[in-house]
């Protein structure tokens, strides 16, 4: 009997866990108004690319938070900035991308 008990608490638990998991949508109602960029400024070696700052989903918090943009070594193709989309669960950032 206390196998069987002990057993069921295991599923519910993991039930449970699949559930929660299941519910962590990266949406949101509202896109964040996004913070002034920092000043760019020159490239700090040749042929550089500025990366502008992109919205991080976090978990725990529930919530986008910002990541101020960077210098990047040029890679082959073109900068794609990233940009929001509207989906069935609310508004979810399109992280940005080399073409």
């Known amino acids: 009997m206390i196998k069987l008990t ?3 608490l295991q ?11 299941a519910c962590s949508v990266e949406g949101v109602a509202t896109i964040p108004a996004e913070p002034g960029e920092t000043a760019i400024g020159v490239s700090p070696w040749p042929g550089g690319v500025w990366i502008a700052g992109e919205w991080n989903w976090n978990g725990a918090q529930r919530r986008y938070d910002w990541q101020q943009g960077y210098w990047e070594h040029a890679h082959r193709g073109t900068w794609q900035r ?6 069935r669960h609310g508004n979810k950032w399109q992280h940005g991308r080399w073409n």
């Open 6 to 8: 002990l057993k069921m």
């Open 82 to 87: 990233g940009h929001w989309q509207q989906g």
């Open 11 to 21: 599923c519910a638990a993991i039930c449970t866990m699949l559930f929660m998991t």
